[in-house]
Antibody, heavy 124, light 110 residues
Framework: EVQLVESGGGLVQPGRSLRLSCAAS????????MHWVRQAPGKGLEWVSG????????GYADSVKGRFTISRDNAKNSLYLQMNSLRAEDTALYYC?????????????????WGQGTLVTVSS | QTVVTQEPSLSVSPGGTVTLTCGLS?????????PSWYQQTPGQAPRTLIY???TRSSGVPERFSGSILGNKAALTITGAQADDDSDYYC??????????FGTGTKVTVL
């Protein structure tokens, strides 16, 4: 059974940093691309970032580019999101999401499994 | 900046049919955007319904179908049931592997 368990969320002041983690199990982690998707309270879903199986292809939403860094450690079956210069508008539930393919640029790629999310609140 | 638009809300009677659409602020949606659809009920993580325009994900009932209608991607629920009362989001695949979510549609079954 595929399991994605996020951690690292919490309350942080504007301008500070936070690192999210996602522990993956139930599948061969280094065979698949991974993503972070967020959802602000009462709002819709927003794709944040994606990374290919070998970190060779990485993409970011314009809203986080230059502030957030996605990474993965295949030996630890883990995905990360380093969030710097946090803003109030980054407040959201952050989901770890598995891709159906190895690279984020593959044809027919889509999201197939979702974690339950970790809540990040940016407030003074 | 690319904006992917969906109807804010739609309603359908139990047993009825409803079609949700997913369009681009500029241009047409085609199969090369590999449109996918996700269902989210309150307090839950999203669930994958449809990918690559029209392929149902494992375990998804046949009453959910995907297509291209005109210049938009579409999700049709045929024979709506009470537990289809949810939010629905489309996702389009962009150049470089960037993904863009639609604005979401709240479907009410009443």
């Amino acid at each position: 059974e595929v399991q994605l368990v996020e951690s690292g969320g919490g309350l942080v002041q504007p301008g500070r940093s936070l690192r999210l983690s996602c522990a993956a199990s139930g599948f061969t982690f280094d065979d698949y691309a991974m993503h972070w998707v967020r959802q602000a309270p009462g709002k819709g879903l927003e794709w944040v970032s994606g990374i290919s199986w070998n970190s060779g292809s990485i993409g970011y939403a314009d809203s986080v580019k230059g502030r957030f860094t996605i990474s993965r450690d295949n030996a630890k079956n883990s995905l990360y999101l380093q969030m710097n210069s946090l803003r109030a508008e980054d407040t959201a539930l952050y989901y770890c999401v598995k891709d159906s393919r190895m690279t984020i640029t593959a044809d027919y790629s889509h999201f197939d499994y979702w974690g339950q999310g970790t809540l990040v609140t940016v407030s003074s | 900046q690319t904006v992917v638009t969906q109807e804010p809300s739609l309603s359908v009677s139990p047993g009825g049919t409803v079609t949700l659409t997913c369009g681009l602020s500029s241009g047409s949606v085609s199969t090369t955007y590999y449109p996918s659809w996700y269902q989210q009920t309150p307090g839950q993580a999203p669930r994958t319904l449809i990918y690559s325009t029209s392929t149902r994900s494992s375990g998804v009932p046949e009453r959910f179908s995907g297509s291209i209608l005109g210049n938009k991607a579409a999700l049709t629920i045929t024979g709506a049931q009470a537990d289809d009362d949810s939010d629905y989001y489309c996702v389009l695949y962009m150049l470089g592997g960037i993904r863009v979510f639609g604005t979401g549609t709240k479907v009410t079954v009443l």
